[in-house]
């Protein structure tokens, strides 16, 4: 997604807590940066923002891309685990969005991208913080779109099907029989891949989606319309 | 205008893929932990 924001022109930061491999994203897109900042912190939003406006000079597009995950049975799941997922997925975006806000409105207008998941509308029984973090900012983005449409701002979601990342090859390695039973029920015949979200990022970045507010996207492959 | 142009636009992106993806290790790694 940033490195689409970027080709289509947008100056791009890069804002998470490992500094290497925000550098190495960062550097990797054409006058990108990186900010090394926790989110789980409430304060850390509002003051990345505030950063980025006052380096800046503006802040047009937030995109909520930030996500972890922590697996387990709702009841062998440790309440630190729950809160670090709580407030990592769903918190930040809000605290980020809420501190977005004046200057996004000060200026004219801004897009807010809230990535969720198809996770908001499917149960699981091992990642049920994860799930309820992903319905929350798919409301989330609902309830900001129609507060937040009068100042132009429109706010959208994007719900990633199954993708091919580190994470999930980390909880494929814990359960083999994933790899075969995704690729069997995904009409496309594949895991997603980081760049296929290029395109839509882009679209809920740009004029492109100007009357576009409050949605979610999913982007699965047609995993969701195979029912 | 041009629809998809986001010329002079300012971005933020939280949470590089690569970045969750370390989240994700070290929490796995950490002993007791059942990430």
């Given at each position: 997604?940033?490195?689409?924001?970027?080709?289509?022109?947008?100056?791009?930061?890069?804002?998470?807590?490992?500094?290497?491999?925000?550098?190495?994203?960062?550097?990797?897109?054409?006058?990108?940066?990186?900010?090394?900042?926790?989110?789980?912190?409430?304060?850390?939003?509002?003051?990345?923002?505030e950063?980025?406006?006052?380096?800046?000079g503006?802040?047009?597009?937030l995109?909520?891309?930030?996500?972890?995950?922590?697996?387990?049975?709702?009841?062998?799941?440790?309440?630190?685990?729950?809160?670090?997922?709580?407030?990592?997925?769903?918190?930040?975006?809000?605290?980020?969005?809420?501190?977005?806000?004046?200057?996004?409105?000060?200026?004219?207008?801004?897009k807010i991208?809230?990535?969720?998941?198809?996770?908001?509308?499917?149960?699981?029984?091992?990642?049920?913080?994860?799930?309820?973090?992903?319905?929350?900012?798919?409301?989330l983005?609902?309830?900001?779109?129609?507060?937040?449409?009068?100042?132009?701002?429109?706010?959208?979601?994007?719900?990633?099907?199954?993708v091919?990342?580190?994470?999930?090859?980390?909880?494929?390695?814990?359960?083999?029989?994933?790899?075969?039973?995704?690729?069997a029920?995904?009409?496309?015949?594949?895991?997603?891949?980081?760049?296929?979200?290029?395109?839509v990022?882009?679209?809920l970045?740009s004029?492109?989606?100007?009357?576009?507010?409050?949605?979610?996207?999913?982007?699965?492959?047609?995993?969701c319309?195979?029912? | 205008?041009?629809?998809?142009?986001?010329?002079?636009?300012?971005?933020l992106?939280?949470?590089a893929?690569a970045?969750?993806?370390?989240?994700?290790?070290?929490?796995?790694?950490?002993?007791?932990?059942?990430?």
């Open positions: 997604m940033a490195r689409g924001l970027a080709q289509a022109g947008a100056q791009v930061v890069i804002a998470g807590r490992n500094p290497a491999k925000n550098a190495a994203a960062a550097a990797s897109l054409p006058g990108g940066r990186s900010l090394v900042v926790d989110l789980a912190g409430r304060r850390a939003c509002a003051l990345l923002v950063r980025v406006v006052k380096e800046h503006r802040l047009d597009i995109v909520n891309n930030a996500g972890i995950n922590a697996r387990g049975l709702p009841q062998d799941i440790a309440e630190e685990d729950w809160d670090a997922v709580i407030e990592t997925n769903l918190a930040a975006p809000f605290f980020l969005a809420r501190a977005a806000h004046a200057p996004m409105k000060a200026q004219g207008g801004g991208v809230n990535v969720s998941s198809i996770s908001a509308v499917f149960g699981s029984p091992v990642v049920a913080p994860y799930v309820a973090s992903k319905a929350g900012v798919l409301q983005t609902r309830s900001l779109a129609t507060a937040w449409a009068a100042d132009n701002i429109r706010v959208n979601a994007i719900l990633p099907g199954w091919d990342t580190d994470m999930t090859r980390a909880a494929r390695d814990r359960a083999p029989q994933m790899e075969d039973r995704v690729l029920r995904t009409p496309a015949g594949r895991w997603g891949r980081p760049e296929d979200f290029a395109g990022a882009v679209f970045a004029a492109a989606s100007d009357f576009v507010t409050g949605t979610g996207i999913t982007v699965d492959g047609g995993y319309a195979d029912g | 205008m041009k629809l998809f142009d986001l010329t002079g636009k300012v971005a992106v939280t949470g893929m970045a969750s993806a370390w989240a994700w290790r070290a929490g796995w790694r950490r002993p007791g932990r059942r990430w």
